[in-house]
C-alpha cells in the first residue's frame, strides 16, 4: 500500500527491509542503548527548583535520519527533537534562547503562558532573547519554531515537548516518549520519511524494552507536517487514553488513537506477558516509510 509512489527504492537512499521493520534501517552508528534513551524522558522530580534556567540554541547540522541518508536540519540544542523539558506545575522556565544560523528562528509553547512570552516574534541570525513561561496546564504539551512557513520549519527539525507534572507527580509507571515526526529530505513539501524520536526504523531494529505486568505511561507526539492525520496503534494489548494528560481520567479504552497535528495523549497501559509487541501509525505509508516499531516486554 504505496498511495504517494514513495517506496521506490531509487526515490531515495537506504536501504529497504523486511515489512516488519520498515522501509529503511536506523543509521548504522547507533546501538539499542541510544534508541532506548531517547525513548526515556527525564525523571519527575518532586524536590526540583521551582525556577529553572534553561539554555536552548538553534543550529543548522547535518543530521543522519536513515541508514545512508543525511539532511541538513535545524535543531533545538543539536537534537530532533528537541530536548525534552520537564517541570512542575507553576514552575517557572527562564528560557535562554539563542539563534546561531542563518535563517530567522524563535520558540513557542502550547500550553498556558503569558502572551508577551509567547514566542510567535522571529529572533534574526546570530539574535538571542529570554522566554519566560510558567509551566502548565498539568500535562505535557509540544513546542516549535513558529517562523513562517511553520511546517518548513518544524519539519527540519524543530519541535519538541515539554511534561508538566501535578503535585506530587502521577502514579508509579514505566515511562516511554514517542515523537512521530516526518522528514522531507527533497524538500518537494511532502513528508517522504516518517520517524519515532528522528530515526527512521529505529525501534523495528532495536525494540524499546517494558517490564511484564508493571504499568506502563506513553507520552505520544504527533509532529508530522504535510498530513493532515496520523495514529498510534499497539498490537495485542489496549490502553487507556489521557489526552494531552490534562486529566487524571481517561478519555476511551483502545488500541489506537488518532492524532491531527501537534495533538498529544498519555497512554497507560500493562503488558502481561513477555514477547514483541508491534506498533506503528495506522497510516500504512507511514509505516512502510520508516515508522513501525516493537516494544519488548521482559
Known amino acids: 500500500d504505496d498511495p504517494r509512489g514513495l517506496?521506490?527504492?531509487?526515490?531515495?537512499?537506504?536501504?529497504?527491509?523486511?515489512v516488519y521493520g520498515g522501509a529503511f534501517d536506523p543509521p548504522p552508528s547507533l546501538t539499542a542503548d541510544d534508541l532506548e534513551a531517547l525513548a526515556t524522558p527525564p525523571p519527575f522530580?518532586?524536590?526540583?527548583?521551582?525556577?529553572?534556567?534553561?539554555?536552548?540554541?538553534?543550529?543548522?547540522?547535518?543530521?543522519?535520519i536513515a541508514n545512508g541518508l543525511s539532511y541538513e536540519a535545524w535543531l533545538y540544542n543539536g537534537t530532533a527533537p528537541g530536548p525534552t523539558?520537564?517541570?512542575?506545575?507553576?514552575?517557572?522556565?527562564?528560557?535562554?534562547?539563542?539563534?546561531?544560523?542563518?535563517?530567522?528562528?524563535?520558540?513557542?509553547?502550547?500550553g498556558r503562558h503569558s502572551v508577551a512570552h509567547d514566542g510567535w516574534q522571529p529572533i534574526?541570525?546570530?539574535?538571542?532573547?529570554t522566554y519566560e513561561i510558567e509551566a502548565g496546564p498539568v500535562g505535557f504539551h509540544p513546542y516549535h519554531c513558529h517562523v513562517a512557513p511553520i511546517g518548513h520549519h518544524i519539519g527540519k527539525g524543530l519541535y519538541g515537548m515539554l511534561i508538566v507534572d501535578p503535585p506530587?507527580?502521577?502514579?508509579?509507571?514505566?515511562?516511554?516518549?514517542?515523537?512521530?515526526?516526518?522528514?522531507?529530505?527533497?524538500?518537494?513539501?511532502?513528508p517522504e520519511l516518517f520517524t519515532w524520536n528522528g530515526i527512521a526504523g529505529g525501534y523495528g531494529k532495536f525494540p524499546i524494552k517494558v517490564p511484564?505486568?508493571?504499568?506502563?505511561?506513553?507520552?505520544?507526539?504527533?509532529?508530522?507536517?504535510?498530513?493532515p492525520i496520523a495514529s498510534f496503534h499497539v498490537h495485542a494489548e489496549t490502553f487507556d487514553v489521557f489526552p494531552a494528560g490534562t486529566s487524571d481520567v481517561p478519555s476511551m479504552h483502545n488500541d489506537i488513537v488518532a492524532f491531527t497535528q501537534t495533538e498529544r495523549a498519555i497512554?497507560?497501559?500493562t503488558f502481561p506477558e513477555k514477547g514483541r509487541y508491534m506498533f506503528h501509525p495506522h497510516q500504512s505509508w507511514m509505516?512502510?516509510?520508516g515508522a513501525m516499531g516493537w516494544f519488548t516486554a521482559v
Open 7 to 18: 517506496l521506490s527504492a531509487d526515490t531515495l537512499p537506504g536501504q529497504l527491509i523486511d
Open 45 to 64: 522530580e518532586p524536590e526540583a527548583p521551582t525556577v529553572r534556567d534553561i539554555e536552548m540554541r538553534v543550529t543548522a547540522e547535518q543530521v543522519e
Open 85 to 110: 523539558l520537564r517541570a512542575n506545575e507553576g514552575d517557572l522556565l527562564r528560557i535562554h534562547f539563542r539563534n546561531l544560523t542563518g535563517k530567522n528562528h524563535n520558540l513557542h509553547f502550547h
Open 124 to 129: 534574526p541570525p546570530g539574535g538571542e532573547t
Open 168 to 190: 506530587g507527580g502521577r502514579p508509579e509507571a514505566h515511562e516511554r516518549q514517542l515523537i512521530l515526526s516526518s522528514w522531507d529530505p527533497r524538500e518537494t513539501g511532502r
Open 212 to 227: 511484564v505486568g508493571e504499568p506502563v505511561r506513553l507520552y505520544v507526539l504527533n509532529m508530522v507536517e504535510g498530513e
Open 267 to 269: 497512554l497507560e497501559l
Open 287 to 289: 509505516a512502510d516509510r
